[in-house]
Nanobody
């Protein structure tokens, strides 16, 4: 099993940046595809980005390309999400997810964190 704990959320002004972290416990972190999703109030959860187990390949949602970067440090069992040029519509709970050997096109993840709130003020 994998346990995921997100951090780094908070209140930020529009135009600012945030770096979210997701720390994973358990073995074999480097065999897990990792992803970030977000859910805004009253909206469905949406995919943000994913990264392959090696970190060599990433997938970013089309609407967020150019503002979002996903990375991972397998030595630290941690995946990161850098979001720049934040907008009020980026306000959401951001959650990380893990699934062993999942393709980057998958949206089905076995393990989820509790999420971290990001609030962007105008």
């Amino acid at each position: 099993q994998v346990q995921l704990v997100e951090s780094g959320g908070g209140l930020v002004q529009a135009g600012g940046s945030l770096r979210l972290s997701c720390a994973a416990s358990g073995r074999s972190f480097s065999s897990y595809t990792m992803a970030w999703f977000r859910q805004a109030p009253g909206k469905e959860r949406e995919f943000v980005a994913a990264i392959s187990w090696s970190g060599g390949v990433t997938s970013i949602a089309d609407s967020k390309k150019g503002r979002v970067t996903i990375s991972r440090d397998n030595a630290k069992n941690t995946v990161y999400l850098q979001v720049n040029s934040l907008k009020p519509e980026d306000t959401a709970v951001y959650s990380c997810a893990a699934h062993r050997w999942a393709p980057l096109t998958s949206r089905q993840y076995a393990y989820w964190g509790q999420g971290t709130q990001v609030t962007v003020s105008s």
